[in-house]
T-cell receptor, first 114, second 112 residues
C-alpha cells in the first residue's frame, strides 16, 4: 500500500540552529513530492516541490529538500531557523499517473525556543 | 485578496443539521479539492473535481456531498452533520501536469 511517513511528531529547536524534518514514502515509482507549512490558524503554504532532475530542491523561506531515491526519502532542511518558522510541516506525495491523489503525512510540529 | 477563499471560517452546529461550506478561487485553475484535517492524521481527501462536469470521490467521501457551481466555485455539504465530522476543512486548487495544489485558509467546523 502507498504511504507517507513523517517519523517525528514534534521537534523542538533553538532559534539559529539547523532543522531537518524527515519524510519517507512507499510508492511503486518515484512520485511527485511536496512540502507544505501550516502556521497557526492559517492554511497550507507550499514550500517546495520535486518532480525530476536535480535532487536538491530550493524553496521559499530559506528551506531546501533532498530527494534520495535509494532511501525513498525527501527530507526538509533549513540551516538556521527563525522564530517565525514555528509551525506544522507536512510532506505530501502524489503518484505521477494519478492526479487528485495527493497523500499527506501526519505532520511534524516544530517549536522554536529562544 | 486571497486567491482561494473559504466561507465561513468558523462554524458551530448541532447534530443532524445540514451544513454547506463554500470555496471560491481567482487562480483560474480547473481542478479543485476538499480535504479534512484531524490531529495526527494529516489531511485526507474528501472529493475532487477536474472541471465543472467532473466530480470524484476521495478517500473519505461518506457523509459528504459536493457541488461545482462554476470553475471558480466548489461547495462541500454535510447533509446531516455528526460529531465525528468536527474537523478543519480545506479547499484547494490544482494546476499543471504535476497538479501542484494551493490551499485556502480553512473552515473550522464543530458539530455538537
Amino acid at each position: 500500500a502507498q504511504s507517507v511517513t513523517q517519523p517525528d511528531i514534534h521537534i523542538t529547536v533553538s532559534e539559529g540552529a539547523s532543522l531537518e524534518l524527515r519524510c519517507n514514502y512507499s510508492y511503486g515509482a518515484t512520485p511527485y513530492l511536496f512540502w507544505y507549512v501550516q502556521s497557526p490558524g492559517q492554511g497550507l503554504q507550499l514550500l517546495l516541490k520535486y518532480f525530476s532532475g536535480d535532487t536538491l530542491v530550493q524553496g521559499i523561506k530559506g528551506f531546501e529538500a533532498e530527494f534520495k531515491r535509494s532511501q525513498s526519502s525527501f527530507n526538509l532542511r533549513k540551516p538556521s531557523v527563525h522564530w517565525s518558522d514555528a509551525a506544522e510541516y507536512f510532506c505530501a506525495v502524489a503518484a505521477t499517473d494519478s492526479w487528485g491523489k495527493l497523500q499527506f503525512g501526519a505532520g511534524t510540529q516544530v517549536v522554536v525556543t529562544p | 485578496d486571497a486567491d482561494v477563499t473559504q466561507t465561513p471560517r468558523n462554524r458551530i452546529t448541532k447534530t443532524g443539521k445540514r451544513i454547506m461550506l463554500e470555496c471560491s478561487q481567482t487562480k483560474g485553475h480547473d481542478r479543485m479539492y476538499w480535504y479534512r484535517q484531524d490531529p495526527g492524521l494529516g489531511l485526507r481527501l474528501i472529493y475532487y473535481s477536474f472541471d465543472v462536469k467532473d466530480i470524484n470521490k476521495g478517500e473519505i467521501s461518506d457523509g459528504y456531498s459536493v457541488s461545482r457551481q462554476a470553475q471558480a466555485k466548489f461547495s462541500l455539504s454535510l447533509e446531516s452533520a455528526i460529531p465525528n465530522q468536527t474537523a478543519l476543512y480545506f479547499c484547494a486548487t490544482g494546476v499543471g501536469v504535476t497538479d501542484t495544489q494551493y490551499f485556502g485558509p480553512g473552515t473550522r467546523l464543530t458539530v455538537l
